[in-house]
């Protein structure tokens, strides 16, 4: 399995660590994005603008807030590790610096961190949705 250099920031953990700094960087910028569109949309409702049932599509912008905040916080990406690979370029949208990981229990255990992250921002952006539509209905 390739690895950059385990002592630096940026090294390859199998289920720990699979991007490095900028990527991460973006990520914030997006979850950024994502939460700031969950506040527009829940003003939208509370304008007039929407009807009562479709406070619920705040879901949405809020999973991918949670999703995109987890995978920052963890430096861990979610597409990266179910395409077994590993990048620390900088660069999210090609494979030009990406590493492959071709050890059968490293991709195990990055495929396990991945659904994790997923699943603690599904149920994250759920709770917080039924919170909203609690306070709100």
């Keep these: 399995m390739s690895e950059t250099t385990v002592g630096s920031a940026d090294a390859y953990r199998p289920g720990y660590c699979n991007i490095g700094r ?29 009807a009562e049932p479709l406070l619920l599509g705040v879901f949405i912008p809020l999973s991918i ?6 995978q920052a916080y963890t430096a861990f990406c979610v597409r990266l590790a179910f395409r077994h690979r590993y990048d620390f370029s900088g660069d999210a949208t090609c494979d030009c610096g990406a590493g492959r990981v071709s050890d059968a229990e490293a991709r195990r255990a990055d495929q396990l961190q991945a659904t994790k992250i997923t699943a603690v921002a599904v149920l994250l952006a759920a709770v917080t949705t039924a919170a909203l539509a609690a306070v709100l209905f």
């Design 22 to 50: 900028e990527q991460r960087r973006q990520r914030y910028l997006v979850s950024a994005a994502a939460f700031g569109a969950a506040a527009v949309y829940v003003a939208a409702y509370l304008a007039g603008y929407l």
């Design 65 to 70: 807030g949670y999703e995109w905040l987890l």
